[in-house]
């Protein structure tokens, strides 16, 4: 399953720099959950420590509830179903504002606010292609200390946007939603707008085939339609309280094998629920449903390496097929796993991952349990490693 990241360009996770490559048979005794005459490599089985919670943090708490937020985005494809195409997203936004999904001109114009948290969605009705007509669109959620703060948010940031083209822009109102900002350039088969609910902001950009405006205003309608309930859930952190939010408060991550600094980030050390993960993979829908029938209630993610938690083993196993078969940008051939243990399953990828800035030429999907693991490698011997040291890692269920 491929993961997408980014407003346009598809990111691939950040890679870790392995030890060097020394065979090291590892004792049961000597190493936690491992089991005698498995080989390591340089990996521990020993469990990270899980005081990655402990210490105050802004940063971690703007991630966490940039996470919280993701799990009540509606996703582009049901606003309109015809867009089927992941083109990623995520966390928009970390301690010093947005970096991501908006443009710069709006990015500027919210320096000066405090940004509680942020997750957004792309998607469209086919794959990219360069000066091709196609459906998009951009859904963003930004949370905000209190609804007067976004309400100045939303209008600095429809000001600033207007004033790149404010010549050509023009003004729009969207039915049904009289408080909505909005604009477009007569012409262009865009449309950027602006809502405020509570102290969320939306923030949706549609591109059709036709630049007709009422059908761009019925496009953005349709978002806040299927957006605007989804908040009612969103219970908001206080700006006080964020720096105390947990990031992983069931410790997940420490069932993943340490290989780098535990400092909570987006992309190499976090817990997804499977709403806001499935943004980030290409086809949201489907792999949303396909983790709600195997009971997945998380997704653990660091460095290289992925953590999925089942309802039950017969659920991992069943997952773990799942992903194995679940078409993907590029196929894997398999190759043996980690000898004496069965609940580890590898491949090699039969060209480079077009979709991924660092793709990896190994996999290695490892049950142990209710949860299933995807390890990751440019090593075929490393890679055996990792899995081994991986399902060692989540023992002890």
């Known amino acids: 399953m491929g993961w997408r990241r980014g407003s346009t360009a598809v990111r691939g996770w950040a ?10 048979v590892v004792m049961a005794a000597g190493c ?3 089991a005698v005459g498995v080989e390591y490599g340089p ?28 799990e009540h985005l509606a996703y582009p494809g ?3 179903s015809t867009l089927r195409v992941g083109r990623g997203g995520g966390v928009i936004v970390d301690i010093d504002g947005v970096n991501d999904m908006l443009s710069g001109a709006q990015q500027r114009a919210l320096s000066g606010f405090a940004i509680n948290g942020g997750f957004g969605a792309i998607a469209a009705d086919r794959e990219y292609r360069a000066n091709q007509a196609e459906r998009m669109l951009s859904m963003v959620l930004l949370a905000f200390p209190d609804e007067q703060t976004a309400n100045s948010a939303a209008a600095a940031m429809a000001r600033a946007d207007f004033d790149q083209a404010a010549a050509e822009n023009a003004p729009l109102s969207i039915p049904g ?22 102290s969320v902001v939306i923030r949706v950009f549609a591109q059709l085939t036709e630049a007709n405006p009422d059908l761009l205003t019925a ?23 964020l720096p105390k939010l947990a990031l992983d408060p069931n410790g997940e991550l420490t069932r993943l094998v340490g290989t780098a600094d535990p400092t909570p980030n987006n992309m190499t050390f976090a817990v997804y629920s499977t709403h806001a993960f499935a943004v980030l993979v290409p086809d949201p829908i489907g792999s949303l449903a396909a983790f709600t029938k195997q009971g997945v209630s998380t997704i653990a993610v660091a460095d290289n390496k992925f953590l999925y ?4 083993a017969e659920a991992a196993r069943a997952l773990m097929t799942y992903l194995l078969e679940t078409p993907s940008t590029i196929s894997y051939t398999p190759i043996s796993g980690v000898a004496g243990i069965d609940g580890i399953r590898c491949g090699q990828a039969t060209q480079p991952n077009p979709t991924e800035m660092k793709p990896y030429r190994f996999r290695c999907f490892v049950t142990r349990g209710a949860s299933v693991a995807r390890v990751a490698s440019n ?13 060692a890692v989540m023992g002890d269920e």
Not at 15 to 23: D, L, N, P, Q, S
Request: aromatic share 10%; net charge positive.
């Open 15 to 24: 890679g870790v720099r392995f030890a060097a490559a020394v065979v090291a």
């Open 32 to 34: 936690g959950n491992g």
């Open 43 to 70: 990996y521990s089985t020993q469990r990270i420590a899980g005081d990655y919670d402990a210490p105050s943090s802004l940063a971690r708490g703007v991630l966490a509830e940039s996470l919280r937020l993701g």
């Open 78 to 80: 049901e606003v309109d």
């Open 177 to 198: 939603y009289p408080a909505a900002l909005a604009h477009w350039r007569p012409g262009v088969p865009t449309i950027g707008s602006w809502l405020v609910v509570k």
């Open 219 to 241: 496009a953005v309608a349709n978002a806040y339609q299927r957006q605007a309930p989804a908040l009612d859930g969103f219970a908001p952190t206080t700006r006080d309280q």
């Open 309 to 312: 938690r089942a309802k039950n």
């Open 379 to 391: 090593q075929d011997t490393d890679v055996r490693w990792l899995a081994a040291a991986q399902y």
